[in-house]
Structure formats: C-alpha cells, structure tokens
T-cell receptor, first 116, second 114 residues
Framework: AQKVTQAQTEISVVEKEDVTLDCVYE???????LFWYKQPPSGELVFLIR??????QNEISGRYSWNFQKSTSSFNFTITASQVVDSAVYFC?????????????FGKGTKLTVNP | DSGVTQTPKHLITATGQRVTLRCSPR?????VYWYQQSLDQGLQFLIH???????AKGNILERFSAQQFPDLHSELNLSSLELGDSALYFC?????????????FGEGSRLTVL
C-alpha cells in the first residue's frame, strides 16, 4: 500500500532562514502524482505543487523549490528566506489509483513555525 | 479560490445527533472526494463519487454515508455522532475518475461534537 512519511513533526526557524521539509513515499505504481499542500491556521488546504512521476525536474516558484528524486523516493520542499507568513502545517501527498478512483494518501504533516 | 464550495463552514452539535455536510464541485467536475482530518488520524480518504455513482470507499464509518446528486453536488451524512467525529471534513473535486492528479479542495467544514 502507498505510504507517505514526513519525519519532521515540527520545525521552528527564524525569519530569513532557509528550511527544507522532507517527504519520503512508498508506492508500487509506475505512474503517480506527488503533491504538497499548505494548511495555514485558518484551516483550508492550499495547493502548492503537483508533480508527475515521469517528471523528475526540480521546480522553483519564487521562494519555493521542490527536489524530486525517484531513486530515493523523496520529494522534498525548500522555502528560501522564510517569512512569518510561511508558518503553517505542510502536507506531502501521493496519489493512489485503484479501480477507477484516485485518492490521495497524505503524510502526517510538518508544522513549520517561522519566528520574527 | 478552488471553485469548490462547502457548507456549512462551522457546525457545533451534540452527541447522538445527525448532520449533513454539503459540497458543490467545480463547474464541470464529475468526481467528488470526501476527506476527514482529525487529530488522531490525520487526513484520511472517506469516499469517492463519480457522476452519481460510488467509486471507492476508504475508512468511512457505517454511521456515515454520502451521495452525489444529478446536479453533481454531494452530501456527507454523519449520524449517531460521537465526540471522536469532531474533525475538519474536506471535499475535493476532479474532472475525471482518475489519472489526472487534478484535485481541488474546498475550504472544509469544521464539525464539533459536544
């Protein structure tokens, strides 16, 4: 069965520090999608990125970057020059397709606190 | 704004009661997924409907049921509520059944059972 592990339960940094959130996944599928979501204190799930298993290119979006490595089954997320507004819980997720249904398997989340 | 609408945003009720959570998917999306986020279990898949038909079930209790109507909105019914049912319930919609990786989440319905 699919599994997503976010080993870091909580991380605390000072503003302007870089921070990397780790995500390791397990799957037997050859085609799958990986996701990162942000959940601010208000509770909604904010989509950050979706990555197809065939696309191993790293991606950068502003202060955010993602490192996808199939060889180590990892999909890590780095925030450069962190800001207080980045404080949230971040979830990594893996799509699992079974019987014509595509559900997401989520990690437990990493709570990031950025202190001023 | 994902285009997925969930109501109500907050709901407080008592043990033993029954509630209905509603989800309107993005225009044109045929799939609706329900997820539960609790402190104990984290984010878990509950059930998936596609164009009115149930497609997959996850860790959904027998006290819970869902349906998707002809206009594609979906309702999640929670009955005989227990304290442990207090959670954030998310709905997500997708254009197809599977294979796209496109999932759009609503803002969630926060249920508190007292």
């Amino acid at each position: 069965a699919q599994k997503v592990t976010q080993a870091q339960t909580e991380i605390s940094v000072v503003e302007k520090e870089d921070v990397t959130l780790d995500c390791v996944y397990e799957t037997r599928d050859t085609t799958y999608y990986l996701f990162w979501y942000k959940q601010p204190p208000s509770g909604e799930l904010v989509f950050l990125i979706r990555r197809n298993s065939f696309d191993e290119q790293n991606e950068i979006s502003g202060r955010y970057s993602w490192n996808f490595q199939k060889s180590t089954s990892s999909f890590n997320f780095t925030i450069t020059a962190s800001q207080v507004v980045d404080s949230a819980v971040y979830f990594c997720a893996l799509s699992e397709e079974q019987g014509g249904s595509e559900k997401l398997v989520f990690g437990k989340g990493t709570k990031l606190t950025v202190n001023p | 704004d994902s285009g997925v609408t969930q109501t109500p945003k907050h709901l407080i009720t008592a043990t033993g009661q029954r509630v209905t959570l509603r989800c309107s998917p993005r225009s044109g999306d045929l799939s609706v997924y329900w997820y539960q986020q609790s402190l104990d279990q984290g984010l878990q898949f509950l059930i998936h409907y596609y164009n009115g038909e149930e497609r997959a079930k996850g860790n959904i209790l027998e006290r819970f049921s869902a349906q998707q109507f002809p206009d594609l909105h979906s309702e999640l019914n929670l009955s005989s509520l227990e304290l442990g049912d207090s959670a954030l319930y998310f709905c997500a919609s997708s254009p197809r059944t599977a294979g796209t990786g496109e999932l759009f989440f609503g803002e969630g319905s926060r249920l508190t059972v007292l």
